[in-house]
Antibody, heavy 121, light 108 residues
Framework: QVQLVGSGGGVVQPGRSLRLSCAAS????????LHWVRQAPGKGLEWVAV????????YYPDSVRGRFTVSRDNSKNTLYLQMSSLRPEDTAVYYC??????????????WGQGTLVTVSS | EIVLTQSPGTLSLSPGERATLSCRAS???????LAWYQHKPGQAPRLLIY???SRATGIPDSFSGSGSGTDFTLTISRLEPADFAVYYC?????????FGQGTKLEIK
């Protein structure tokens, strides 16, 4: 069955960097666009990034553009989110999620369990 | 950016009742690229509806979606105890892809 397992979260100081990973199994990883979505404590869901099936296209909201970089290794079935210049407002549970139809203009049908990132001094 | 506004913020109902949740977009959502998710604490969100009205795999027919353009609705025809959760609408047609702020469905 489809599984997405996120890892790499933890406590980090403001201004530092952190890399999240999402290991996928149970589907043809290289055929699907993948997203990162986060949820700050007590808040709703916020879309963070998307990467196309081949890694050629990447999109971000203004809140993270220039600080976060999404990438993937199709040989390892793994999605990454490199986060730099972290701010306290980046504190959240980060979910990786699969696009239902492969294209990034697609709803998110499978989600990882989430990994918590806390930005604090 | 397309802003999605959900109402009400909290909906208090009893099992067996009908729930109607609203999602209004600040501009037209292209090709009805509108989805609904159910989210429970400590769990991953669950896709319920996509394309405004198509049920995702395994979703019971008590859940239905409708609407187009800027106004969308999620209806749960008869509430079960497991349906009490937070519900989000999501537009995936135009980047940045955005979520509504959520409607909390709580037991009355």
């Amino acid at each position: 069955q489809v599984q997405l397992v996120g890892s790499g979260g933890g406590v980090v100081q403001p201004g530092r960097s952190l890399r999240l990973s999402c290991a996928a199994s149970g589907f043809t990883f290289s055929s699907y666009a993948l997203h990162w979505v986060r949820q700050a404590p007590g808040k709703g869901l916020e879309w963070v990034a998307v990467i196309s099936y081949d890694g050629d296209n990447k999109y971000y909201p203004d809140s993270v553009r220039g600080r976060f970089t999404v990438s993937r290794d199709n040989s390892k079935n793994t999605l990454y989110l490199q986060m730099s210049s972290l701010r306290p407002e980046d504190t959240a549970v980060y979910y990786c999620a699969r696009a239902l139809w492969g294209s990034y203009r697609s709803p998110l049908d499978y989600w990882g369990q989430g990994t918590l990132v806390t930005v604090s001094s | 950016e397309i802003v999605l506004t959900q109402s009400p913020g909290t909906l208090s109902l009893s099992p067996g009742e009908r729930a109607t949740l609203s999602c209004r977009a600040s501009q037209s959502v292209s090709s009805s690229y509108l989805a609904w998710y159910q989210h429970k604490p400590g769990q991953a969100p669950r896709l319920l509806i996509y394309g405004a009205s198509s049920r995702a795999t395994g979703i019971p027919d008590s859940f239905s979606g409708s609407g187009s353009g800027t106004d969308f609705t999620l209806t749960i025809s008869r509430l079960e105890p497991a349906d009490f959760a937070v519900y989000y609408c999501h537009q995936y047609g135009t980047s940045p892809y955005t979520f509504g702020q959520g409607t909390k469905l709580e037991i009355k």
